[in-house]
């Protein structure tokens, strides 16, 4: 299997921009799990879904924040519009199984930068 | 809730000696204990995880780690050092009912010759 999957792998752009990170999960995993990594405050969860279903949604840091996931193999995380302060390196995971025991894999990110 | 405390930010040995990560965690429930590692410029992968079962857990690359209840600890090891194992190291703790995976601050091992 390849893996989670995640595009772009670097994304440059300027500040009011749209931005938009993709996510492809391994197939058959049924919950997704999108990550946001910063030097100040470590792994933060941003979302949660369970069978295309945001579950929780509360680690959104702002309304700026959007996200979907459309089908069982794709999820998109969108800023609109972005702020320097979203600079970040965004991680995908997707797990078998709802719970907490189950192996979330992780995607190689999306390093943000935004100017 | 649950929460996990990585007692070293930096720990640096060298290659062919042991290696010792340290990780506390709080949880008011029975919980499932994960260790990642991080390469840089890289995603995270699973280097092993503890749910209830044996509480010395054996994880990839020679890494094990030990469920220490008395002590509320779960501690990384290995036994020798290789270079490839410098890395950025994530203790986590997940309530076995829910879903959220509570990343501890990391600990960056590095390994000199």
């Known amino acids: 299997d390849a893996g989670v999957i995640q595009s772009p792998r670097h994304e440059v752009t300027e500040m009011g921009q749209e931005v938009t990170l993709r996510c492809k999960p391994i197939s058959g995993h049924n919950s997704l799990f999108w990550y946001r990594q910063t030097m100040m405050r470590g792994l933060e969860l941003l979302i949660y879904?369970?069978?295309?279903?945001?579950?929780?949604d509360s680690g959104m840091p702002e309304d700026r924040f959007s996200a979907k996931m459309p089908n069982a193999s794709f999820s998109t995380l969108k800023i609109q519009p972005s702020e320097p302060r979203d600079s970040a390196v965004y991680f995908c995971a997707s797990s078998l199984q709802y719970g907490g025991t189950d192996t979330q894999y992780f995607g190689p990110g999306t390093r943000l930068t935004v100017l | 809730a649950q929460s996990v405390t990585q007692l070293d930010s930096h720990v640096s040995v060298s290659e062919g000696t042991p290696v010792l990560l340290r990780c506390n965690y709080s949880s008011s429930y029975s919980p499932s204990l994960f260790w990642y590692v991080q390469h840089p410029n890289k995603g995270l992968q699973l280097l092993l995880k503890y749910t209830s079962a044996a509480t010395l857990v054996k994880g990839i690359n020679g890494f094990e780690a030990e469920f220490k209840k008395s002590e509320t600890s779960f501690h990384l090891t290995k036994p020798s050092a290789h270079m490839s194992d410098a890395a950025e190291y994530f203790c986590?703790?997940?309530?076995?009912?829910?879903?959220?995976?509570?990343f501890g601050k990391g600990t960056s091992l590095l390994v000199t010759p």
């Open positions: 879904f369970n069978n295309n279903v945001p579950i929780d």
């Open positions: 986590v703790v997940s309530d076995p009912s829910g879903y959220a995976l509570n």
